[in-house]
């Protein structure tokens, strides 16, 4: 079956870095795109970032542009998020997901907070 588990989550002061991994497995990793969200308390779930299978395109959401990089490894199963320059505005779960036929799957989430 499909699992996807993220990790590197944690609290990091204002213009910290992380460094988020999703480790995918139950499917052909490397012929899909995968995706970053994120959902901060009371509001809806927003996708951050998206790298196809080949790693040869990424979009970003646009209030990351410049600070977050998307990424994978297809050798690993593992996309990853570089998140530079954190704000707390960043402050939010990210999860991990891949869109397949038939439907989305999404990791357990990982906690960013971003506070001094």
């Known amino acids: 079956q499909v699992q996807l588990v993220e990790s590197g989550g944690g609290l990091v002061q204002p213009g910290g870095s992380l460094r988020l991994s999703c480790a995918a497995s139950?499917?052909?990793?490397?012929?899909?795109?995968m995706r970053w969200y994120r959902q901060a308390p009371g509001k809806e779930r927003e996708l951050v970032a998206g790298?196809?299978?080949?790693?040869?395109?990424?979009n970003y959401k646009d209030s990351v542009k410049g600070r977050f990089t998307i990424s994978r490894d297809n050798t690993k199963r593992t996309v990853y998020l570089q998140m530079n320059s954190l704000k707390p505005e960043d402050t939010a779960v990210y999860y991990c997901?891949?869109?397949?036929?038939?439907?989305?799957?999404w990791g357990q989430g990982t906690q960013v907070t971003v506070s001094s």
């Open positions: 139950g499917f052909t990793f490397s012929i899909y795109t």
């Open positions: 997901n891949v869109r397949r036929l038939e439907g989305d799957y």
């Open positions: 790298i196809t299978s080949g790693g040869g395109s990424t």
